[in-house]
């Protein structure tokens, strides 16, 4: 591992890239999941010059368009293409991410674990390979949290001022960019470094930078749908309701224990090797009370998984069918390969469980007992993006994507003191791999055949795309703007149901995977495709009344 060179942390990042050109991303000119509502507006920027933000996304993600915007300008507007953008700051991300690692005096080879864990994470692997903003805001913050560092180790001004202008840039793709800032002030409040002049250095930029978006957004574009009604709106309606409140941030509080365990046990589950070494070989007091704490995370998350059942239990893109949201009707006939077999989820579960009890333990054991300073601002930082999360009316899987790094460097701090070797985690690699990969190939390759076989259709049968249902990514991109433009015309903002642009749709061609989803439907072509998760081909039909 010496030898491994200055450059180490580069290899990670190719070998990412390299996969996900394996995967064709390219290929897939077309939006996936939400990131339809970025596509338009970087889609009209291009085309008026004006930008024109979509109802449907929140209102921060300049960032986000104005790097689309300089790829376009450079390689031209194409939707395959441009998931490259965050294909580049996913790789970028993973550079600073192991630099912030060497700032905990990490040995390479856990630095190198913990990025491959980052790298081949099933959301990490999904969300690059699209045009959504969670990536982006990813390695802003992650950059602004090595900048933090930077500053609080050496005392030098200019990283401060880098790092102030990455949270702007964090809270410019995503309104969560504001509590980076935040908790550097709290973390130096709390260790009793902070004076008057660091705080005004630190809050009035930081002030700017969101009293000037404020400007703009309300004085110059004007408000969203979503700005008006999920933004604050649900938010507060979720906070309101206090006992539905404590219920749902208990709920979602476990459920991503585990399910974030699930999408790093490999630098998690290691530490159980260790644990069962010093259950035979000690008998100290030191090491019960830490087996016991283990025991008793590992216990709660059992019971919980118990009452829940097998994994996913959060919304969005981990289901029962594969990786990715399924927007096609009649998903439960598709070709799903393990993701379809109980034992895959039992697996996982089980997985998620154990690895939930480690990243438990490991948090608690490092804010409690764990020398370095930097290790509870990275702490804070996640106790403040978690808090604004769970206050949130909805809940998604892909939010756990903020809360990734954090578990990995703690579980890699545990690993480097229990003199854990890096090698023994490799043979838990090769599953996790296969998971990401085989699952993120199969999501790109039922989307490809979705959008080729209504493609098809339409021209074969003179139908308008806006006429055909293909999944509501599909019916977003033809119809949410006409479609919000005449409700705006005769209703306020807050007057608009959130689905009721989706029902003024009149089809004809309905795209499924079940033949025979009702009387009077009639298939009139089909595509089958390859997967990577199954012999069989998969099949989904175009039918019509």
Not at 381 to 404: T, W
């Amino acid at each position: 591992m010496k030898n491994l060179g200055r450059f180490y942390f580069l290899g990670v990042p190719v070998l990412f890239i390299l996969a996900c050109f394996s995967l064709e991303f390219y290929k897939c000119g077309f939006p996936l999941n939400d990131d339809w509502a970025y596509l338009l507006a970087l889609k009209n920027l291009l085309e008026t010059g004006k930008l024109s933000l979509c109802d449907w996304a929140s209102s921060t993600q300049l960032t986000h368009i104005f790097s689309g915007l300089l790829f376009a300008r450079a390689f031209g507007f194409d939707l395959g293409l441009v998931k490259l953008v965050n294909i580049i700051h996913f790789a970028l991300f993973l550079v600073f991410f192991q630099k912030t690692l060497e700032e905990f005096s990490l040995d390479k080879k856990f630095i190198l674990l913990a990025a491959l864990t980052a790298a081949f994470s099933p959301l990490n692997l999904l969300l690059s390979m699209s045009f959504m903003t969670d990536i982006t805001y990813l390695f802003w913050s992650t950059l602004a949290l090595y900048l933090f560092v930077k500053n609080f180790k050496t005392g030098k001004g200019v990283f401060l001022w880098l790092a102030l202008a990455a949270s702007g840039a964090a809270f410019l793709t995503r309104q969560l960019g504001l509590l980076l800032p935040a908790a550097f002030i709290l973390f130096l409040f709390l260790e009793k470094k902070l004076d008057l002049k660091t705080f005004l250095k630190v809050t009035l930029p930081s002030a700017a930078v969101f009293l000037g978006y404020t400007a703009w957004f309300k004085g110059f574009h004007g408000p969203t749908w979503a700005s008006e009604n999920y933004v604050a709106g649900a938010t507060l309606k979720h906070l309101l309701d206090y006992k539905g409140f404590f219920l749902s941030t208990l709920e979602r509080t476990l459920s991503s224990l585990i399910e974030t365990g699930f999408f790093i046990f490999p630098v998690c589950l290691p530490a159980l090797f260790f644990f069962r070494k010093k259950i035979v070989l000690s008998g100290g007091s030191k090491i019960r009370t830490r087996i016991a704490l283990l025991f008793l995370c590992a216990v709660g998350l059992a019971f919980y998984a118990w009452f829940r059942g097998f994994l996913p239990y959060l919304e969005n893109n981990l289901g029962r069918f594969g990786i990715g949201v399924v927007a096609v009707n009649g998903w439960e006939l598709k070709e799903s390969g393990f993701f379809g077999e109980k034992w895959f989820w039992f697996s996982a579960t089980a997985a998620g469980v154990l690895s939930g009890a480690v990243m438990l333990y490991s948090a608690v054991f490092g804010l409690a007992f764990r020398r370095e300073a930097l290790f509870r601002f990275f702490f804070l930082n996640f106790l403040l993006h978690l808090g604004i999360s769970m206050a949130g009316g909805k809940y998604f899987d892909r939010y756990l994507v903020n809360f990734i790094p954090f578990f990995i460097l703690s579980a890699a701090l545990l690993l480097k003191d229990f003199k854990i070797s890096a090698f023994s985690p490799l043979f838990l690699l090769i599953p996790f791999f296969a998971v990401s990969y085989l699952g993120s190939g199969d999501y790109l390759a039922w989307n490809r055949a979705k959008w080729e076989l209504a493609a098809k259709v339409s021209a074969e049968r003179k139908v308008d795309p806006s006429g055909i249902v293909n999944g509501f990514d599909y019916n977003a991109w033809f119809n949410y703007e006409k479609n919000m433009k005449l409700l705006k015309a005769v209703k306020s903002l807050k007057e608009i149901d959130e689905w009721e642009w989706q029902k003024m749709m009149s089809y004809r061609i309905f795209i499924t995977y079940n033949p025979a989803p009702a009387e009077g439907w009639v298939v009139v072509d089909k595509l089958e495709y390859e997967t990577p998760l199954s012999r069989k081909k998969g099949v989904i039909y175009a039918l019509m009344k």
